[in-house]
């Protein structure tokens, strides 16, 4: 290929599925020598990476490593330990009616050319986990980083051809037009992370070929803070899970649901809590993110007065920096609450109690997450069966999404599908049905 003309979406695509055609991708060995290969990448391009995400989202280096570089990591040493065992065919009782030498199992097949699109809030490790599955699976991968992001997309256009098979694995860089661009392309199934609008689009240009797609989408989640909760553990989880990556994050905790007094009182302890984590200034702390660009900081600021603030409320356009905030008194209605925040903005929201806590997240769209915070089994239970959501989590925000064997994915507008772990080989692989009957009488 010649560097200087870059290969149009539909010669790429070609290329990738002559290749699968071949069925190089399919041999488990292919498979497991392209995750040995990235994760060789990453341990050797670590600091290109952490570099990047620095100069994207001001990252601290720790915290690159610990939600980027070593997350995927995990998910490729999970799955190198346990793809043998996911792909293993499983049978299925037979009915009388097909005799006893009849056998029947299920298996999994690749789907053939995926296309992977990420978005920019941590634009390594939603480009490179799905892409582990997609590959754990057998197929054959086009990946197109977020321009939102542009230092971590150039490390991962310049690296991933360095490492990976690039018959089989292509980067396409670009924003709207070029991802339209391979939107009009025959994918075998489209996995796409991002906001519902772009969500909608992607839908409707995979409708064309019929393409399977998973929407990994966002919201706003929610926290339900009750009475009996210890609050100084309470928010010292919630000031951690809000404010990494400067807010940026799908699953951060999006508000808090308490009554009037648990909500007094969580005010005094988040300040605390914020202060031991940045200190006084956080803008002076090299473990606090900024916000990815002047849009996204600009839509942010137009946020800051809608409530009373606990903690927090700064800003500083040139350094995109906007203080970890905390906001109390904030009427249901105002605009903090009428989008998801996606960035360090924490609103309380006040209720009587359990029962409208419930009311007032079934009355809108199903969230990502779920946080609950409660010493009571029963306010435990009541949730998960009278609430829908992508995930729920008791007493920690964020963390059910490092459990590799646990499923990731939101429900209505907050996305369709899942993956990590054996999730991943359930989205990109079709599980065929197989009957044998001995040709022998
Ligand atoms: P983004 O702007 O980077 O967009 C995501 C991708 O869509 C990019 O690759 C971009 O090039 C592409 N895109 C943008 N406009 C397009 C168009 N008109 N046509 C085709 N492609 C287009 O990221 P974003 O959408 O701002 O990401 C933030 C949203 O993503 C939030 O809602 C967040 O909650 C959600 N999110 C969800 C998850 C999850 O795992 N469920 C993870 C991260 C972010």
């Given at each position: 290929m010649n560097d200087r003309t870059p290969e149009q979406p539909a010669d790429t695509?070609?290329?990738?599925?002559?290749?699968?055609?071949?069925?190089?991708?399919?041999?488990?060995?292919?498979?497991t020598d392209q995750l040995d290969r990235l994760r060789e990448m990453l341990?050797?391009?670590?600091?290109?990476?952490a570099a990047a995400l620095h100069a994207d989202l001001g990252k601290s280096s720790t915290e690159a490593y610990r939600t980027e570089i070593d997350f995927t990591?995990?998910?490729?040493?999970?799955?190198?330990?346990h793809l043998g065992t996911w792909l293993r065919p499983e049978s299925a009782p037979v009915p009388p009616h097909l005799g006893d030498d009849a056998t029947a199992w299920t298996q999994y097949d690749p789907l053939g050319v995926v296309l992977v699109i990420a978005p920019w809030n941590y634009p390594a490790q939603l480009l490179l986990t799905p892409m582990i599955g997609a590959l754990a699976a057998g197929n054959a991968v086009v990946v197109k980083p977020s321009e939102l992001a542009p230092a971590t997309s150039a490390v991962l256009a310049r690296l991933l051809p360095q490492y990976l098979d690039t018959d089989a694995v292509a980067v396409v860089e670009g924003g709207i037009p070029e991802t339209t661009a391979l939107l009009a392309e025959r994918f075998d199934h489209i996995f796409y992370t991002g906001n519902?609008?772009?969500?909608?689009?992607?839908m409707r240009a995979a409708a064309e070929h019929l393409t399977p797609v998973t929407?990994?989408?966002?919201?706003?989640?929610?926290?339900?803070?009750?009475?009996?909760?210890?609050?100084?553990?309470?928010?010292?989880r919630l000031a951690r899970g809000k404010f990494l990556n400067a807010g940026q994050t799908c699953v951060a905790p999006d508000y808090v649901l308490t009554d009037p007094e648990t909500g007094r009182a969580l005010e005094t302890e988040l300040a605390r809590a914020v202060s031991s984590l940045y200190g006084p200034e956080p803008e002076t702390s090299g473990e606090y993110g900024r916000i990815v660009n002047e849009r996204h900081f600009d839509r942010l600021s137009g946020l800051l007065d809608s409530g009373?603030?606990?903690?927090?409320?700064?800003?500083?356009?040139?350094?995109?920096?906007?203080?970890?905030t905390v906001l109390a008194d904030v009427d249901p209605e105002s605009p903090v609450m009428r989008e998801e925040i996606f960035g360090p903005i924490l609103p309380i929201v006040t209720v009587p109690g359990l029962d409208e806590a419930i009311?007032?997240?079934n009355d809108r769209d199903k969230p990502l997450a779920l946080y609950v915070f409660t010493a009571s089994g029963t306010t435990r239970q009541r949730i998960a069966a009278e609430t829908?959501?992508?995930?729920?989590?008791?007493?920690?925000?964020?963390?059910?999404?490092?459990?590799?064997?646990l499923p990731f994915g939101g429900v209505g507008e907050s996305g369709m599908g899942n993956y990590h772990g054996r999730y991943s080989i359930e989205t990109f692989s079709h599980r065929k049905a197989v009957l044998e009957k001995p040709l022998s009488v």
């Open positions: 695509v070609a290329r990738l599925r002559a290749t699968f055609r071949t069925g190089r991708t399919k041999p488990v060995e292919w498979r341990t050797t391009h670590g600091a290109d990476l990591v995990r998910e490729i040493d999970h799955t190198l330990s519902g609008v772009v969500g909608r689009i992607v929407l990994e989408l966002g919201g706003k989640s929610p926290v339900f803070v009750d009475r009996d909760a210890d609050l100084a553990v309470v928010a010292d009373r603030v606990v903690t927090g409320g700064g800003s500083d356009r040139t350094a995109k920096y906007i203080a970890p009311d007032f997240i829908s959501s992508g995930g729920l989590g008791y007493g920690l925000p964020l963390a059910h999404l490092t459990v590799s064997d």
